[in-house]
């Protein structure tokens, strides 16, 4: 069963910067296209950054969030800089197999971590 977990939440001051982790396990990590995403109280959830297999391609729509994944390591990153209150919310990294590699910040992806909690203070 694939296998997700995600860290390095917590809190952080306005203007400030975190990285998340999602460390992958029971699938071949380096075959999955992957995603980050969040969703904020009340919010739909929504795509924050994907990489592709090797990381041919990123797609990071957010000039603030930066995805990165080390294949040795079974782990994905997710660099936030210049957080603000609205930023807050629980961030999730989500795989994707070879044959769901495409738009892969809607959030139809078929595996989830439990999510890791973001909450940046005024």
């Known amino acids: 069963a694939v296998r997700l977990i995600e860290s390095g939440g917590g809190s952080v001051q306005t203007g400030g910067s975190l990285r998340l982790s999602c460390v992958a396990s029971e699938f071949p990590f380096r075959t999955y296209c992957m995603s980050w995403f969040r969703q904020a109280p009340g919010k739909e959830r929504e795509g924050l950054a994907a990489?592709?297999?090797?990381?041919r391609s990123k797609f990071e729509p957010w000039d603030r969030f930066t995805i990165s994944r080390n294949d040795g390591e079974n782990t994905l990153y997710l660099q936030m800089r210049d957080l603000r209150p609205d930023d807050t919310a629980v961030y999730y990294c989500a795989a994707s197999p070879p044959s769901w590699c495409s738009r892969l910040l809607d959030a139809d992806r078929p595996y989830w971590g439990q999510g890791t909690q973001v909450t940046v203070l005024e």
């Open positions: 990489i592709t297999v090797n990381g």
